[in-house]
């Protein structure tokens, strides 16, 4: 087929025009392309809240824009994470939480309607949540053997405080009395502050607290630190075995941890670009000096978050039964 000169002028045009909207179209949808909301489930000034803030600050520098933090606190996390699964899924919404509201709560709140198995989309671990399972300095026993011969031997007599049902260490002070066979009588408060009054000044035998609220506690001579209750030992804390090295705790683990999710249905090339710029910027010596210093260790990266997620809620499911943990108890 023969073209005129005009037809040939008129169908190179229109080709060239057909690729400049195409590019043109194509930088439009490029993500980011707006500024990203960030939901932190919880008040400013908390553990969550600083390392929302961090990943925030990651992803403005890694992905060249603006992300704004809305702090949406309630019912333990589950208002801010329910806000963020009824969001749209287009990673302009997302969810920078906790194990409580992402793994726990599910079993314990009749007020969660989402799965976080299956209604939000996993993009990364960000950071861990060490704890450490401590006695108050009443309590006569400086090591787990002491512990377990006390606490067996006077069942019922002995109690541990938790900051709220439901909470990461309210499961793990559980896992504890589940995997030794020991029985003590969980004590819930509305909050660390009142817990650790308690336990400081001897009113209140065992908990689970952080290792920056610990030390001064331990400083002070209040309380002694039994063990954490990772699967290895804290970094930053060597001479502490983990409860797991105690025989009658083997494969003992369960701390809490922050992540960063999205709602269900997230395209994976977004959930890709997302997990690039937090895996960069945790690689980040100052982001991490910055987590370690605040006592919520970065994320390794090699770990799944959505095995992380399904393996911690097989664990409180087994809990709950356990312990007949309800909102009442």
């Known amino acids: 087929m023969n073209l005129s000169p005009a037809a040939l ?4 045009l229109f080709a060239c025009t057909a690729a400049l909207l195409g590019g043109a179209l194509h930088a439009q949808t490029a993500y980011p392309n707006k500024p ?30 603006t992300v704004v933090i809305e702090n949406l606190p309630g019912a333990a996390g589950v208002v ?3 806000r963020v699964v009824s969001s749209k899924p287009d990673g302009y919404t997302l969810l920078a939480g906790s194990s409580n509201e992402m ?5 314990v709140n009749a007020a969660q309607k989402y799965d976080p198995a299956v209604d939000l989309t996993p993009i990364a671990l960000t ?21 377990i011969k006390l606490v067996k031997a006077n069942p019922g007599k002995y109690s541990y405080g938790s900051p709220g049902i439901g ?5 793990s002070g559980e896992l504890i009395k589940k995997t030794a066979g020991v029985h003590l009588v969980h004590i819930p408060y509305k909050g660390s502050p009142a817990m650790t009054g308690d336990l400081g000044g001897g009113n209140l035998d065992f908990a689970i607290l952080s290792p920056m609220a610990s030390a001064p ?66 690689a980040d010596p100052a982001i991490r000096q910055r987590l370690e210093a605040a006592g919520t ?33």
Do not use: C
């Not at 002028?9 to 190179?12: A, D, G, P």
């Not at 990203?36 to 824009?65: C, E």
């Not at 909470?167 to 499961?171: A, C, G, L, Q, R």
């Open 9 to 12: 002028s008129r169908r190179t």
């Open 36 to 65: 990203i909301r960030i939901v932190v489930p919880y008040a400013p000034g908390g553990s969550v809240d600083m390392v929302g803030r961090v990943i925030g600050d990651i992803l403005a520098k890694q992905l060249g824009t």
């Open 80 to 82: 801010g994470a329910q």
């Open 103 to 107: 793994a726990g709560t599910k079993f």
């Open 127 to 147: 950071a861990s949540a060490p704890s450490l399972w401590v006695a108050g300095a009443h309590v006569p026993v400086k090591n787990m053997d002491e512990f």
């Open 167 to 171: 909470s990461t260490p309210h499961f």
């Open 217 to 282: 506690l331990v400083q002070s001579g209040k309380i002694k630190i039994l063990g954490a209750t990772t699967a290895e030992r804290i970094s930053s804390l060597k001479n502490v075995p983990a409860l797991a090295e105690h025989p009658a705790l083997k494969g003992y683990a369960l701390s809490g941890w922050f992540a960063l999710a999205a709602p269900k249905g997230l395209p994976a090339d977004i959930v890709a670009s997302l997990q690039k710029a937090v895996q960069a910027g945790l």
């Open 297 to 329: 260790p970065p994320a390794t990266g090699t770990e799944s978050l959505a095995q992380v997620i399904r393996t911690d809620m097989g664990k409180y499911a087994e809990l709950v039964k356990f312990a007949n943990i309800t909102l009442d108890n």
